[in-house]
T-cell receptor
């Protein structure tokens, strides 16, 4: 595809429900990242994939958060038993994962609202 | 862990005035990147600096990487209303060029 896509664009859920957020990176990009951005705040790193493995999961806020990537392509971020403080925009980015110059291309994000 | 601090948090200028945002890292960086996020949008890559003391220009934007590779700045000359947005710096270190630590950003507003 032309860029990073994410779905859904908006998700409203009730407290306690599970949600799945999807990211389709740019074809051929081996590195994939998930960030969380609360309203008016900076980007909070969640997890990084190189291929299908996640060498750095240090940013996942709790064990309610998990992510996987298959086929060195699509990634899903799952939040179990959602809480109101999970409300934020979840951004996915991808990069080539090679070389020194390694800009990240961001998707439009999924706005999650937990009622 | 690595921390990247960015100041100021907010900056309001009159159109035509200059603007600078500063970024400081707690550790030596292997490279630093700058992103711009328009209101309601997603971050968009502006530039990456790799070399100590490096200076790069993009039209009215000037980016600098400090000699010690622990700080960076973005300067905009003669701001325009199209410059409105949040500017983030993001650094990587420790042998990984791929994991970025983002600063909290500087929100620039421009009064026409």
């Amino acid at each position: 595809g032309a860029g990073v896509s994410q779905s859904p664009s908006n998700k409203v859920t009730e407290k306690g429900k599970d949600v799945e957020l999807r990211c389709d990176p740019i074809s051929g990009h081996t590195a994939l990242y998930w960030y969380r951005q609360r309203l008016g705040q900076g980007l909070e790193f969640l997890i990084y994939f190189q291929g299908n493995s996640a060498p750095d999961k240090s940013g996942l806020p709790s064990d309610r958060f998990s992510a996987e990537r298959t086929g060195e392509s699509v990634s899903t971020l799952t939040i179990q038993r959602t809480q109101q403080e999970d409300s934020a925009v979840y951004l996915c980015a991808s990069s080539t994962g090679q070389g020194i110059y390694n800009e990240q291309f961001f998707g439009p994000g999924t706005r999650l609202t937990v009622l | 862990g690595q921390q990247v601090m960015q100041i100021p948090q907010y900056q309001h200028v009159q159109e035509g005035e200059d603007f600078t945002t500063y970024c400081n890292s707690s550790t030596t960086l292997s490279n630093i990147q700058w992103y711009k996020q328009r209101p309601g949008g997603h971050p968009v890559f502006l530039i990456q600096l790799v070399k100590s003391g490096e200076v790069k220009k993009q039209k009215r934007l000037t980016f600098q990487f400090g000699e010690a590779k622990k700080n960076s700045s973005l300067h905009i000359t003669a701001t325009q209303t199209t410059d409105v947005g949040t500017y983030f710096c993001a650094g990587s270190s420790g042998g990984s060029n791929y994991k970025l630590t983002f600063g909290k950003g500087t929100l620039l507003t421009v009064n026409p």
